[in-house]
């Protein structure tokens, strides 16, 4: 059966077209996505320090959230199950089908998307917990955290785009499909999100950490003073 992927030319042995139609698969996931996001919110409306948090923490409980339920999960979910994918109804088997559309490397099983797929999994999906844990317990180490898992999310997307751009620029094969749903929407759309959002919460680390360190030094210079 000839399959819809580009290139053309990708061999994706026991591939099976999708039997449910993507509003129903996409419905499903975002019902999954979310009720992880609120599970996360509850749980930080229960700790004490809940009230003392800003708007852009609770953010950042809710990102990291995503990126846990998506990391462990739904990556997971690839990595465990990537050499048998193609012939697969499940939910994340269609979910993924549908998005190698946009990038074939999952369907097609590229060494560098397995790979970084594994180590996203391993890693980063139990690290965005414990950095939902971190934010909402006030721990010292949360800045710490949170800038690990933003630098490890922005090396990523860049190492996702710039391995595909210099493999079509070597080879003259993309993909992704040239449409703009699948190209601009999904390929571009929802991977760039992983840089931007990082990008904030970075600087957030960063002006946090600047004033703590600032407020420390003119406070030991206060004492030496004395």
């Not at 061999?11 to 999954?32: D, M, Q, R, Y």
């Amino acid at each position: 059966m000839a399959h819809p992927y580009s290139p053309q030319s990708a061999v994706i042995p026991g591939w099976i077209p999708n039997e449910t139609p993507i509003l129903h698969l996409a419905a499903e996931f975002a019902a999954l996505a979310g009720g992880a996001v609120i599970l996360a919110l509850l749980f930080a409306r229960q700790c004490p320090s809940w009230h003392g948090l800003r708007s852009i923490d609770v953010f950042a409980v809710a990102w990291f959230a995503l990126c846990g339920f998506l990391h462990c999960f739904f990556e997971g979910y690839f990595v465990h199950h990537q050499g048998r994918l193609a012939g697969m109804q499940t939910l994340f088997a269609q979910l993924w089908k549908y998005y190698s559309l946009a990038d074939s490397r999952y369907i097609t099983l590229d060494n560098f998307t397995v790979v970084i797929e594994f180590l996203t999994a391993l890693i980063w999906g139990p690290l965005s917990w414990l950095t939902v844990y971190s934010i909402t317990a006030r721990s010292p180490s949360r800045h710490i955290l949170q800038i690990i898992m933003c630098v490890a999310h922005i090396y990523g997307v860049v190492l996702y785009f710039g391995t595909e751009y210099r493999n079509e620029k070597l080879t003259g094969d993309s993909a992704s499909l040239p449409d703009f749903l699948f190209y601009w929407v999904y390929y571009v759309g929802f991977n760039i999100v992983w840089a931007f959002v990082p990008a904030w919460l970075l600087w957030d680390s960063w002006m946090a950490i600047t004033r703590a360190i600032s407020f420390c030094e003119a406070d030991t210079s206060l004492k030496k003073d004395r």
